[in-house]
T-cell receptor
């Protein structure tokens, strides 16, 4: 597609459930980022891939969070044993080149609500 | 660590009013600076950027100048339109690091 596609757009989970959020980036974009955006806040960095390599995962808040991009295109963010504090919008973004700076193209996000 | 501070919103203006959204940053090096915008129901998109001191970024009538001496990157527009209603995010990045965002400022323009 022409833009970054994220699914599901909305997810409601019971506390303790596992969730998986998918990101389909712009074809050929080397860099892929995941951000977490809490209500009324700016996006907070979670992790960064260059092709299939996860180069930075310093922003993942706990070991319940796991991300992968096995073939260097589609990425999945998995959250195990969800907690209420995980409720947020999860944004995926991509960039044409390598490196973590510069113009990012964002998806519309996946809104996770944990009850 | 590096950080971005934006003026708190919401900012409410009438059409054709002048807009300023303040942004200041803290960084150890020489970051690139950005303004991203999020229109209702859409994803974040780049509005403008500046990569070095005294650069001016501009797009869609918006401007921002990279001021190293005041560590600022204020967003301005001379005459806002209803269609400018959105959330605006100031951001910075250093070489090799991901974008760091401010908390966002909501702009509401009425006709």
């Amino acid at each position: 597609g022409a833009g970054v596609s994220q699914s599901p757009r909305y997810k409601v989970a019971k506390r303790g459930q596992d969730v998986a959020l998918r990101c389909d980036p712009i074809s050929g974009h080397v860099s892929l980022f995941w951000y977490q955006q809490a209500l009324g806040q700016g996006p907070e960095f979670l992790t960064y891939f260059q092709n299939e390599a996860q180069l930075d995962k310093s922003g993942l808040p706990s070991d319940r969070f796991f991300a992968e991009r096995p073939e260097g295109s589609v990425s999945t963010l998995k959250i195990q044993r969800t907690q209420q504090e995980d409720s947020a919008v999860y944004l995926c973004a991509c960039a044409v080149g390598g490196g973590a700076a510069g113009e990012l193209f964002f998806g519309e996000g996946s809104r996770l609500t944990v009850l | 660590g590096d950080s971005v501070t934006q003026m708190e919103g919401p900012v409410t203006l009438s059409e054709e009013a002048f807009l300023t959204i303040n942004c200041t940053y803290t960084a150890t090096g020489y970051p690139s600076l950005f303004w991203y915008v999020q229109y209702p129901g859409e994803g974040l998109q780049l509005l403008l950027k500046a990569t070095k001191a005294d650069d001016k970024g501009s797009n869609k009538g918006f401007e921002a100048t990279y001021r190293k001496e005041t560590t600022s990157f204020h967003l301005e527009k001379g005459s806002v339109q209803v269609s400018d209603s959105a959330v605006y995010f100031c951001a910075l990045s250093q070489a090799g690091t991901a974008l760091i965002f401010g908390k966002g400022t909501t702009l509401s323009v009425s006709s």
